[in-house]
């Protein structure tokens, strides 16, 4: 069994704006990370710089598969076998709205989010007990 081991450091700063920079510095695994993120609060700017070391990570995982998207592999007698499947979903847009309710039913109307959504498969083991964002 591998162990990936390393830190995380996590600085976040007030500007002059009244905004918060978050510096996230990474050394996992021999990667060395910088990410600079921009935030309304400190748990913003966090939560910005986390979601971007975290979609490095995804896209990290999802190469390491190497998996060709239209192979299908077969059982001995011919049959497609399933394989499982965890599917993320990333959407972000700025948009302007009267309420929060507003703006998520913006976004869940608009189909910007199918085309400019980043999709990322990682195939699992059926085994693992992966438990999906739910909101």
Same mark, same amino acid.
């Given at each position: 069994? /591998? !162990?990936?081991?390393? /830190?995380?450091? $996590?600085? *976040?700063?007030?500007?002059?704006?009244?905004?918060?920079?978050?510096? +996230?510095?990474? @050394?996992?695994?021999?990667?060395?990370?910088?990410?600079?993120?921009?935030?309304? @609060?400190?748990?913003?700017? $966090?939560?910005?710089?986390? %979601?971007? +070391?975290?979609?490095?990570?995804?896209?990290?995982?999802?190469?390491?598969?190497?998996?060709?998207?239209?192979?299908? &592999?077969?059982?001995? !007698?011919? %049959?497609? $076998?399933?394989?499982?499947?965890?599917?993320? +979903?990333?959407? %972000?847009? $700025?948009?302007?709205?009267? @309420?929060?309710?507003?703006?998520?039913?913006?976004?869940?109307?608009?189909?910007? *989010?199918?085309?400019?959504?980043?999709? /990322?498969?990682? &195939?699992?083991?059926?085994?693992?007990? *992966?438990?999906?964002?739910?909101?």
């Amino acid at each position: 069994m /591998t !162990s990936i081991t390393g /830190t995380i450091t $996590i600085n *976040v700063q007030a500007n002059e704006n009244r905004q918060y920079i978050c510096q +996230l510095s990474s @050394s996992i695994d021999q990667r060395s990370d910088e990410i600079r993120c921009c935030g309304q @609060s400190e748990e913003h700017a $966090i939560a910005n710089a986390l %979601e971007q +070391l975290a979609s490095e990570y995804r896209q990290i995982a999802e190469e390491h598969q190497n998996k060709d998207w239209n192979t299908v &592999e077969r059982s001995e !007698s011919g %049959e497609p $076998i399933q394989k499982r499947y965890h599917v993320i +979903l990333h959407y %972000e847009r $700025i948009g302007k709205a009267e @309420s929060r309710f507003e703006a998520m039913q913006d976004t869940l109307l608009g189909n910007t *989010v199918v085309e400019n959504a980043k999709v /990322t498969l990682i &195939e699992i083991d059926a085994n693992l007990p *992966v438990q999906p964002l739910t909101q």
